[in-house]
């Protein structure tokens, strides 16, 4: 069980973001610092980045907040409910043991995690709350239960193609949502991804297979991120669309994580926990 027993405001949870000067730290600065119940206990840089030592709001351009962004998430749990980790695989792990060491909830928005990090993680979620999840997007991850919802009523009776475009520095492809999304309709459907996908389409094709799942990639401008997912059947056809507009929806989704996991038991949960469909 997480326990939060730090110094801090009855009633207001304490939180440290840690990547405090990244893309998404400074969106998570300014998401927290705007919450009435929470309140950016402390910021966290990697020793030796140039921000550290500035207050956090002016990192992330909303004004002084009185945070000074430092280098220690030991001292800076020690201040906080918990933390919100959006950095890189390595120092993720080692933030989830020091996590697990002072008994603090944790929220785990860094992708590209190993098998074997993850079982890390995993292991320090026996003693706390840890919510980590690679899309933080509520309406993503309300998409995700959509998609199952829908391949199990429409079954074998519909081509699915997944259409998904994102801004031109993107360097993956397909997303990882949109690889997701192949993983869940491809559960619900009894299906292997592997075997079933099929990525992008050029010259003699021949008929299309019902049993596949198509996967079109766009990657123009600076879209954010959109994807589609196509269930085209005879004489209808359906599409359930979700279009990111800007980072601030990954943002408050972990606002929403972290609310959630202070008063959770230990575990290892996910979006689908604190949107209540799992
Ligand atoms: P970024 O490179 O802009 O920011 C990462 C920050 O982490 C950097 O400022 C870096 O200095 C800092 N950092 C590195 N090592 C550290 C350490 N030991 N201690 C403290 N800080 C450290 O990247 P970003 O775009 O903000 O993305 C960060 C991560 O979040 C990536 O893995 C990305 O894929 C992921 N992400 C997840 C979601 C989601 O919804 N789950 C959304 C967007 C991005």
């Known amino acids: 069980m997480t326990v939060p027993s730090k110094e801090s405001e009855a009633d207001t949870i304490s939180v440290a973001i840690v990547g405090a000067a990244g893309r998404m730290g400074r969106m998570l600065v300014h998401a927290v610092h705007a919450e009435a119940d929470m309140s950016v206990s402390a910021a966290v840089e990697r020793e030796g980045d140039p921000l550290v030592g500035v207050d956090a709001g002016t990192a992330a ?32 792990v080692d933030h989830a043991g020091m996590c697990r060491a002072q008994r603090r909830a944790m929220v785990i928005g860094t992708t590209g995690l190993s098998r074997d990090q993850l079982a890390v993680v995993k292991e320090a979620a026996s003693d706390i709350a840890i919510v980590h999840a690679p899309n933080m997007s509520v309406g993503v991850n309300l998409c995700f239960k959509l998609l199952d919802v829908a391949a199990r009523a429409l079954g074998d009776s519909v081509d699915i193609e997944i259409i998904e475009a994102h801004h031109r520095n993107k360097v993956d492809a397909p997303s ?36 596949t799942i198509g996967f079109e990639t766009i990657r123009a401008g600076d879209i954010v991120s959109e994807h ?24 408050a989704g972990a606002v929403r994580a972290v609310r959630w996991a202070v008063s959770q038991p230990s575990g290892l949960y996910d979006m689908q926990d604190i949107i209540g469909l799992r």
Do not use: Q, W
């Open 61 to 92: 351009g909303i004004g002084e907040i009185g945070v000074t962004i430092g280098s220690s998430l030991e001292r800076a749990l020690a201040v906080s409910d918990a933390c919100i980790d959006f950095t890189l695989p390595e120092p993720t």
């Open 176 to 211: 990882g949502t949109a690889v997701r999304m192949g993983e869940i309709l491809a559960g619900a459907l009894d299906r292997n991804l592997a075997d079933c996908a099929v990525y992008g389409r050029e010259g003699h094709t021949g008929v299309r297979d019902r049993k």
């Open 228 to 251: 589609t997912v196509m269930f085209a059947g005879d004489g209808e056809r359906i599409e359930l669309t979700h279009r990111g507009t800007s980072r601030a929806n990954f943002a």
